[in-house]
């Protein structure tokens, strides 16, 4: 009896990607978050590099990004673009700007039956553009 050889096919993903929303990137040198959260100042513009750990289940119209041991709620200019809902656990590069202000109780409760951790707290995000990877 003879045994017909085998081949063996790998079969490996696609190379991902890079999708795109909101302005283009300016490359600004990336910040760094937990040095951010430490003293952050309203309005300051920054590049911030992570991961994604959750997005609205909703529409995608926030993300929380995680860099490191620290986290912030992300939400876009103008409430002008989205992201895909099913985001999370990817790479991400954003741009924009610092917001320091409490969200009202409401719009915590809000935020967290989309799914949000980070609502609560007195900083965040305000993204111009967003790159996944």
Request: net charge positive.
């Amino acid at each position: 009896m003879r045994l017909a050889p085998v081949l063996f096919v790998l079969a490996l993903p696609a190379a991902a990607e890079t999708q795109r929303f909101g302005k283009p990137l300016e490359g600004r040198a990336p910040d760094n978050l937990e040095s951010v959260l430490r003293a952050p100042v309203d309005g300051q513009a920054v590049r911030l590099e992570g991961r994604i750990e959750a997005v609205c289940r909703n529409k995608g119209c926030w993300l929380e990004l995680k860099q490191a041991k620290s986290s912030v709620h992300v939400t876009f200019e103008g409430y002008a673009f989205f992201v895909p809902k099913d985001s999370a656990g990817r790479e991400v590069v954003i741009e924009g700007r610092v917001k320091v202000a409490k969200p009202r109780p409401e719009e915590v409760e809000h935020l967290k039956g989309e799914g949000a951790a980070r609502a609560g707290a007195g900083v965040s995000i305000e993204a111009t553009g967003v790159e996944l990877r």
